[in-house]
């Protein structure tokens, strides 16, 4: 399994965007780059995945290195409503289960 | 679309008492999984299966059982609960296909005491 090593915190001031760095050194060709949040005290949620190019959803945009052994997940708009965990997460795509780390602890502040 | 359910949401056990959480999903999701969440910790994955009739151990599986007679339903058993079960569990569904996107219940609270 490709470890993943994400800052266990960071604030962010409402309104401006948020970079979530994610270091995947090990990251091996068929392996994806997950995102999840989970707010507290509420199941995990899918935010965004890729395997190369830098995606684009309603939610937020991964934008992986060339080399993919980092990628970085970009909230363009923090609002109040962001604050949760986010983890980063290295999978293959038949891969069975998800290894949930410690995450980033996002604190949004108005 | 309601997506992944779990029932109850909260549940107070004695210690030695048994129970079962309830998850269903309306997805037509193949791959179904449980994992349990100690407080201020990651999501430890408990059972999983890739269908009906298939179940496999996750990382920790002891005190748990499960079965999957539908695609739609995933019930997880505990047994013998223990104070050391105490813990947020949570359900999950996916396709099998090569997307890998998992969606998950919104939880079962359960305190053994």
């Known amino acids: 399994d490709a470890k993943t090593t994400q800052p266990p915190s960071m604030d962010c001031a409402e309104g401006r965007a948020a970079n979530l760095p994610c270091n995947h050194s090990t990251i091996s060709g068929n392996e994806y780059v997950y995102w999840y949040r989970q707010i507290h005290s509420q199941g995990p949620q899918y935010i965004i995945h890729?395997?190369?190019n830098n995606e684009t959803n309603e939610m937020a945009s991964l934008i992986i290195t060339e080399d993919r052994k980092s990628s970085t997940l970009i909230l363009p708009h923090a609002t109040l409503r962001d604050t949760a965990v986010y983890y980063c997460?290295?999978?293959?795509?038949?891969?069975?289960?998800?290894?949930f780390g410690a995450g980033t602890t996002v604190t949004v502040r108005a | 679309n309601a997506g992944v359910t779990q029932t109850p949401k909260f549940q107070v056990l004695k210690t030695g008492q048994s129970m079962t959480l309830q998850c269903a999903q309306d997805?037509?999701?193949?791959?179904m999984s449980w994992y349990r969440q100690d407080p201020g910790m990651g999501l430890r994955l408990i059972h999983y299966s890739v269908g009906a009739g298939i179940t496999d151990q996750g990382e920790v599986p002891n005190g748990y059982n499960v079965s999957r007679s539908t695609t739609e339903d995933f019930p997880l058993r505990l047994l013998s609960a223990a104070p050391s079960q105490t813990s947020v569990y949570f359900c999950a569904s996916r396709t099998l296909d090569r997307e890998n996107i998992q969606y998950f219940g919104a939880g079962t609270r359960l305190s053994v005491l």
């Open positions: 997460i290295v999978r293959g795509s038949n891969d069975y289960k998800l290894s």
């Open positions: 890729g395997l190369k």
């Open positions: 997805m037509n999701h193949e791959y």
